[in-house]
C-alpha cells in the first residue's frame, strides 16, 4: 500500500497514456497537420543538405517561421514507432501528441507542488487535465499543447535549476589563471557566436571573390581555382562556402573541447555547479525552436533568479541563454542562413501572423487583426468549465489574504497570467481558431484553484470538492467525445449555444468520422466531393473512392455524395438543396453533413 501511495501518480499517468493508446485512432487528423510535417520533412533534410551544399530548402511561407523541433522529433518517433505499432503516421503522431501532454501534467503537478500541499496539488492537476478544450487539443495539435507541455518543462527545470544554484566565481584560482580563464571565455564566445552571426555576411563575401575571379579579376579564387572561367561561378561559391561550414564547425568543436579542458583542468568546482544549468537550457531552446514565444518562461526564471540569488545568479542566467541558443540554432534551420535577421522576422511574424481567414465570433466575422476586446474575456469565460473562474476567484481572494505565505505564487499568476491576458486584450494581438495559441498562460489559474483546495483542511472534504470540481469536465469529454475540443459550457447554452455564433470544428477532424460513414455506405467507385480540407477526407477514404474538391483540376461530371463542414456555413453553401443522408453533430450542433446530391 505504501509503495502504491509512493508511486501512485506514476500508476495514474501509465494507465492514462494505455488509455491514450484505445482512443487516440478515433481523432481526425487536423487541417494543417500535413503541411506541418512536409516542413519536418525538409528541416530534417537540411541536416544531410546543408554540409553537403550549404543550401536548405524553405517552404516560402510562414512555416518557416514555426520553430519545427517538435514535429521533427515527433516525425522521427512516429517513423521509428510505425513498425511496431502498425498504425498509421498521423495517428502515432497523435499519440505522441498526447503523451508529450501527460509530461506537461506531470510538471504542472511539479510546479503545484512548489506551493500546495499534496492532495490541492493533485486537484488543481485533475482540474486542469479534464478540460474538455485541453484534452481534445492534446491529440490533434502539434503546436499548441506541444508548446504549454514544454513551457511548463522549461519553468518547472528552470526554477529548480535557481533552488539549487551554487555560486559560480572564479576567486578561489590566482589573479594570472582567472583572467586568463575569462579572456579564453570571452575569445570563445565571441568567435563562435561571431562565425555564426556573420555566416550570410561571408557567404556575400565569397561570392563577391568568385564573381570578381570569373570576370577576370585577379584575386585569392583565381589563383587556386585555375578553371574559374569554365565553370559556372554558383558551384565554386557553393562550394567554398560548405568549406567555410566544417572550418566552422571543426573551430568549434576544437575550441570548445580545449576550453573545456582548462576548465576540467584548473576549475572543475565551476564545471561542476555548471553542469544542473544544462538540461534547463536545453528544455529553454527547444521550446524557443516550437515558439518564438518561450522566451517569455525564461523571464521568469530570471526573475525569480534575481530576486533569490541577486547578482550570483548573473554568471549561471549567462551560461543558460548561451546553452538555450546554440539548442535553438540546432534545432531550427531556418535559422542557419541568417540567425539574427530570420528570427526577427519569425518573431514579427508570430506576432502579427498574417491569418487570412475570417473568425466566427458572437455570430459575427472579424479579420484576425480586427477582434473586439472582448473576445478574449469571452472565450475565456465559455471555454472553461463551470466552476474553474469561481475557483480562481476564491482562490485568489485566499492568496491575497496570506500574502506572506502565497506572495510567490500571486506574484507567479500576476506576470505570468494577468499581464500578458492585458496585454493581448489591450493590443488586439492577432487571433484566430479562439484563443489555442495562447494556452500557456492558463495553468497559473488552476495553480490559483488548488489554493481553495487547501483552505479545507480535512482531506475526505478536499478529495469530495475535487472529485465535485472536476465531475463537469469528464461527463462533458465524454459526452463530446472524439470531438473535446469543441466545447462550451453551460453559460453560453453549451455547443448548442455557440452553433454558428462561434467556432466549433475549425480544424475539421471530424472528417474521420465522415470517410468512416463513406467507407460503409458508398458503392464502389463513388466520386465524393469534399468542401474545406479534402485531403483530411483523403487519408481515411477506401482506395476506390474518388475523392473530388477545390484544390483539385479535374472535375467530376455528377457526384454521389457531398462532404461539407459547418465552418464557414459551407454546408449552407455547398449543394444547398441536396438531401442529407448523415450528420455529424454533438450536443444539436452539427459539425458535418454529407449531402447525396
Known amino acids: 500500500m505504501a509503495a502504491f501511495k509512493k508511486h501512485s501518480l506514476l500508476i495514474i499517468f501509465l494507465v492514462v497514456s494505455i488509455f491514450g493508446i484505445i482512443i487516440t485512432r478515433q481523432y481526425g487528423e487536423s487541417w494543417d497537420e500535413l503541411q506541418f510535417y512536409k516542413y519536418a520533412d525538409r528541416a530534417l533534410a537540411a541536416y544531410s543538405s546543408w554540409p553537403r551544399t550549404g543550401q536548405i530548402e524553405l517552404t516560402g511561407n510562414t512555416y518557416d517561421n514555426y520553430g519545427p523541433a517538435f514535429v521533427m522529433a515527433v516525425e522521427l518517433g512516429a517513423k521509428i514507432l510505425q513498425p511496431i505499432f502498425r498504425w498509421s503516421l498521423s495517428d502515432l503522431r497523435h499519440w505522441l501528441y498526447f503523451l508529450t501532454y501527460l509530461i506537461g501534467l506531470w510538471a504542472f503537478y511539479a510546479l503545484a507542488k512548489r506551493w500546495l500541499s499534496q492532495i490541492p496539488a493533485i486537484g488543481a492537476t485533475l482540474l486542469f487535465a479534464t478540460q ?43 589573479p594570472r589563471l582567472k583572467w586568463t580563464l575569462l579572456v579564453l571565455t570571452a575569445l570563445w564566445l565571441a568567435s563562435v557566436f561571431g562565425l555564426i552571426v556573420a555566416t550570410p555576411a561571408i557567404r556575400a563575401w565569397i561570392e563577391g571573390l568568385v564573381r570578381a575571379a570569373a570576370a577576370g579579376q585577379t584575386n585569392i579564387i583565381s589563383s587556386i581555382a ?26 568549434f568543436l576544437l575550441s570548445s573541447f580545449i576550453l573545456f579542458f582548462l576548465y576540467r583542468r584548473y576549475a572543475p568546482t565551476i564545471l561542476h555547479s555548471l553542469f544542473p544549468i544544462l538540461f534547463p537550457a536545453l528544455l529553454f531552446g527547444v521550446a524557443t525552436s516550437i515558439r518564438v514565444l518561450a522566451p517569455f518562461a525564461a523571464l521568469i526564471v530570471t526573475l525569480y533568479a534575481l530576486h533569490k540569488r541577486g547578482k550570483q545568479a548573473v554568471p549561471a542566467l549567462i551560461v543558460y541563454a548561451v546553452v538555450a541558443l546554440f539548442v535553438t540554432y540546432l534545432t531550427w534551420p531556418y535559422l542557419w542562413l541568417d540567425p539574427i535577421g530570420n528570427f526577427i522576422q519569425s518573431v514579427r511574424v508570430m506576432s502579427a501572423y498574417p491569418w487570412q481567414g475570417q473568425v466566427l465570433f458572437n455570430g459575427a466575422d472579424y479579420s484576425s487583426a480586427g477582434l473586439p476586446a472582448s473576445y478574449l474575456p469571452v472565450l475565456l469565460g465559455i471555454q472553461l468549465t463551470e466552476p474553474v473562474w469561481v475557483l480562481f476567484a476564491a482562490g485568489l481572494a485566499a492568496a491575497i489574504i496570506r500574502f506572506r505565505e502565497k506572495r510567490e505564487l500571486i506574484a507567479l499568476t500576476l506576470i505570468w497570467f494577468i499581464l500578458p491576458l492585458t496585454g493581448f486584450v489591450v493590443t488586439r494581438s492577432p487571433l484566430y481558431d479562439n484563443f489555442r495559441q495562447i494556452f500557456f498562460i492558463l495553468p497559473p489559474v488552476f495553480l490559483m484553484a488548488g489554493v481553495v483546495f487547501e483552505k479545507i483542511k480535512r482531506p475526505v472534504l478536499q478529495i469530495a470538492l475535487i ?125 458535418t453533413v454529407i449531402k447525396k446530391p
Open 132 to 174: 474538455p478544450l485541453l484534452w481534445g487539443h492534446a491529440f490533434i495539435s502539434p503546436k499548441d499543447i506541444p508548446f504549454l507541455s514544454f513551457f511548463l518543462l522549461s519553468l518547472l527545470f528552470g526554477l529548480r535549476f535557481v533552488d539549487s544554484l551554487e555560486p559560480i566565481s572564479l576567486n578561489d584560482l590566482s
Open 226 to 251: 585555375s578553371d574559374i572561367d569554365k565553370v559556372k561561378p554558383e558551384i565554386y561559391i557553393q562550394k567554398y562556402f560548405v568549406y567555410f561550414l566544417w572550418a566552422r564547425s571543426a573551430f
Open 467 to 591: 472529485a465535485l470540481v472536476v465531475l463537469p469536465g469528464i461527463i462533458d469529454g465524454a459526452r463530446l467525445h472524439p470531438y473535446e475540443y469543441i466545447y462550451y459550457n453551460r453559460f453560453i447554452g453549451g455547443e448548442a449555444g455557440a452553433f454558428r455564433k462561434f467556432e466549433l470544428d475549425y480544424w475539421g477532424i471530424s472528417y474521420r468520422e465522415a470517410a468512416d460513414w463513406l467507407n460503409a455506405n458508398a458503392p464502389a467507385n463513388a466520386n465524393i466531393w469534399a468542401e474545406g480540407p479534402a485531403h483530411l477526407l483523403g487519408l481515411y477514404l477506401r482506395p476506390d473512392l474518388k475523392l473530388y474538391s477545390t484544390y483539385e483540376a479535374e472535375r467530376a461530371d455528377r457526384y454521389d455524395y457531398v462532404v461539407a463542414l459547418t465552418r464557414y456555413n459551407l454546408d449552407l453553401q455547398s449543394y444547398p438543396d441536396a438531401p442529407i443522408v448523415y450528420t455529424i453533430e454533438r450536443d444539436g450542433s452539427l459539425l
